[in-house]
C-alpha cells in the first residue's frame, strides 16, 4: 500500500513539473528547468525502488493508448521516448473499421503498445503529445503538403534530431549516475558487508526491462532475469572451454568461397534496390528543415513566438492523425 501511495505521489510531482513546462505562461528557462526536474525525478524513483528488495510489478501493466501508430513518423517517436524512460514498445495491429483480418472490407489500423509502470508511461504519453503539437506548430507546409512526401521527411528529420537529444541526455545522466554510483560504493567499501544496494544505470535499465517482458509473456516477475543470467553464464562457459580447446580452423575450398561470394553479392544488390526504394520517398531538404527545427525545440512545451504569429491551418493532422 505504501508503494502504491508513493507511486501516486510521484505521478503527482511528475504532473505538476509537466504542468508548469506546458504553462503558455511559463517563461523558457523555466519551463526548461521543470522539464529536466522531473526527468531527473523520475530516474530517481526509478533507482530507489530498483533498490528495494520487494517485487515491483504491482502496478506494471500493458497500455494502449488511443494514438495512431500507422505512419512511421509516430512509431519511431514513441519507441525513441519509450526506450529512455524504462518501457517497452511495440506496435498493435487492430482492425480500424470492427471486421476481422482477411475478410472483406477488413482495413488495418495500428496503436501504440507500452509496458512499464504507470509513472514512466505517464511520461511517455506527456512527452509524445507535447512533441507532436510542437510538430504541428512548427511545420513549414500547410494543407495537404503535411501528408505528402515533404511534410513526413519534415517530420522524421524532426523526430530524429529531437529522439538523438532525449538519448544523449540520457546518456549524461548514466555517466552522472555512474559517478555517484561509484563513490557511494566506496564510502561503503569499509563497512562489514562491504555490499550497497546502489546499482549502476544499465543495471537498472536491465531489471526494468525483465520485468517488462516478463508482463509481455506473462511470465512470473523475475523469469526473464533468470532466463539472462543462465545465457550469460552458458556463454561464459563456452568461452572458457573454448579457450582451453582450441579448434583449427579450417581452410574454405573454392567452390565455398565462391558461394559466400555469390550470396554477398546478391545480398549487397537486394540492399541496394530497398535503399533507393526507401530513398525515393524522402526529401532530403524538407528532412534538413525538420532535423534544423528538432536542434533547437525545447524538449519541454511553451508557446512558440513562431506560431502565435502564424498558427497551424484548421486542417492540419493532430495527434494520432
Known sequence: MSEQRAEAEIIAKVKRMLDMANDPRTNENEAKNAQEMA??????????????????NSDRKKYNPEYSALFEWQRELMRGIASVHFCH??????????????????RKDYRHQLIGRTVNVTMCLNLYKYLCG????????????????????????????????LRRR????????????????ARNAGKSDGTSLVMYYEDLYENEDCLNQDILYGREPGTTKRYRDEAREQLRRMTEQAKNQPVPERQKTPEELAKEEKADRKWRERYERQRQKEEAKIDRNAMRLGMEEGRHVSLNRQVNRRAEADPAPANAPKLGS
Do not use: C
Not at 526527468?39 to 515491483?56: D, F, G, H, K, W
Not at 506548430?137 to 528529420?157: A, F, H, T, V
Not at 540520457?170 to 560504493?185: I, L, M, N, T, Y
Open 89 to 106: 514498445y511495440s506496435v498493435q495491429e487492430i482492425s480500424a473499421n470492427g471486421q476481422y483480418k482477411y475478410t472483406a472490407g477488413y
Open 134 to 165: 510542437a510538430m504541428d506548430r512548427l511545420m513549414p507546409y500547410s494543407g495537404q503538403d503535411r501528408l505528402k512526401k515533404q511534410g513526413i521527411s519534415w517530420r522524421l528529420g524532426f523526430i530524429y534530431e529531437v529522439v538523438d537529444r
Open 39 to 56: 526527468q531527473r525525478l523520475m530516474m530517481r524513483y526509478n533507482i530507489e525502488s530498483a533498490s528495494l528488495e520487494t517485487p515491483v
Open 170 to 185: 540520457a546518456d549524461e545522466e548514466k555517466r552522472e549516475h555512474r559517478r555517484k554510483v561509484d563513490e557511494e560504493r
